[in-house]
């Protein structure tokens, strides 16, 4: 469904799968089809094996894809014939001819998968495999999702709340509950929005699905208004849920207002609340709110209240457009009983953001220009994901980001 959105918005399919041939996976074909459903035009694409018939528009299931190691010696060698480990997975992958970016992003989709399944079945990733069945095209889904985010020149992904259905699926091994466990467990820790429709007895969100929002999402929230839609794109799933089974993808660029920053001075709106009756834990939740909620800014600062009690100052800054949306924010997640604000005005650098190729793979820095000269950062996610995948230091990437930038001659 992902890689039918970006058909539809216009990712080249003939360039596509010139890209994919370089993954050196065989045993399938594709499929792509412009199709209608409930009026709406968009794309419906496959992976279809071609000794088998299974759809993959769902991705990996908790069921469908994992099988346990068994203490049995023969039943071991079944497996390992018919299906792949995260290790073998990740080796396919490295041994392609693909950019490392996609690599990377790819084999960190099936690490997260891996390490959820393997804490549901109490099993270690070595002993998780992915069947063959499921592997293929669920490699093929994967690595080629990243691979027309690369051709499309796409920056970054913000989303709304994902949603999901409830109830129970019927499986091979049996009743499982929806949310399906392997999702439930990449939710724990995670700031990943989801609501859940009691209307849809069925699962709409896989833990491929939700390991790829996890591991790709910038930020959730409604479209920023710095922003504007250039294109609508609709993917069509398989699956019989008695809705529409479809997944919307904007295509979003800066507003011309933001693209060159001439005039970089604005107002904004700093709003304030005392906090003195409420967990770390829930003000922290709060705060994760605010900020994926599209506050410029958000942060405590610790004050002593009337009658000397300890307490918190929350302080958000916000642009004009979003100071209900914050003030709403505020009162439904914190205890305050009342908001206080202040109109501001602001002076910011003019920015842009480029990406620079490490050895590690590509980042994106954030470029800052002045008169008197320019500031650069690397932006933290992108680099995060490096040292995560690489198994090295925050700094090394920074460090290495910083100097192909120099390297290319882009310092103002």
Do not use: C
Request: overall charge negative; proline content about 3%; cysteine-free.
């Amino acid at each position: 469904m992902l890689l039918g959105v970006l058909f539809d918005l216009g990712l080249d399919y003939d360039q596509f799968q010139v890209e994919l041939q370089k993954l050196h996976v065989s045993g399938y074909h594709l499929t792509l089809e412009k199709t209608n459903r409930s009026a709406i035009g968009g794309h419906l694409f496959n992976v279809v094996l071609e000794e088998a018939h299974h759809h993959a528009d769902e991705g990996l299931t908790a069921s469908e894809t994992v099988s346990h190691a068994h203490s049995d010696h023969s039943k071991s060698q079944h497996h390992h014939h018919h299906g792949r480990n995260l290790l073998e997975i990740t080796h396919l992958i490295n041994d392609s001819e693909l950019k490392q970016s996609v690599k990377d992003q790819a084999i960190a989709v099936f690490n997260e998968i891996a390490q959820a399944e393997a804490h549901v079945h109490q099993l270690s990733t070595e002993a998780v495999h992915f069947h063959e069945v499921g592997a293929i095209d669920s490699i093929v889904d994967i690595v080629g999702f990243f691979i027309g985010l690369d051709l499309m020149g796409i920056e970054g992904i913000q989303s709304g709340a994902l949603v999901d259905g409830s109830g129970t699926i019927q499986v091979a091994h049996g009743t499982m509950p929806v949310p399906v466990p392997a999702v439930m467990q990449m939710r724990q820790n995670s700031e990943v929005p989801v609501k859940q429709r009691t209307d849809i007895q069925t699962e709409l969100v896989t833990p491929t699905g939700f390991a790829v929002a996890k591991l790709t999402v910038k930020s959730f929230g409604p479209i920023p208004d710095t922003m504007q839609i250039q294109r609508v794109g609709y993917g069509f799933g398989t699956r019989e849920t008695g809705h529409l089974n479809a997944l919307r993808g904007l295509l979003l660029t800066p507003m011309a207002s933001h693209k060159e920053v001439h005039s970089t001075g604005d107002e904004i709106f700093e709003i304030h609340a005392n906090i003195d009756d409420q967990t770390g834990e829930d003000l922290g939740f709060a705060l994760s709110k605010l900020i994926h909620g599209g506050a410029l800014d958000a942060y405590f600062t610790p004050i002593f209240m009337k009658k000397n009690r300890p307490a918190y100052e929350l302080t958000v800054i916000a642009a004009a457009s979003q100071l209900s949306a914050m003030i709403a924010l505020l009162l439904e997640h914190t205890t305050t009983f009342g908001v206080r604000w202040t109109k501001m005005e602001r002076q910011t650098l003019p920015r842009k953001f480029e990406t620079v190729t490490t050895q590690w793979g590509d980042v994106t820095v954030k470029v800052g220009v002045s008169e008197t000269g320019s500031k650069i950062t690397v932006e933290h996610d992108t680099a995060a994901a490096l040292a995560d995948a690489h198994q090295i230091s925050l700094d090394q990437v920074r460090q290495a980001a910083l100097f192909a930038y120099k390297e290319e001659d882009r310092m103002v």
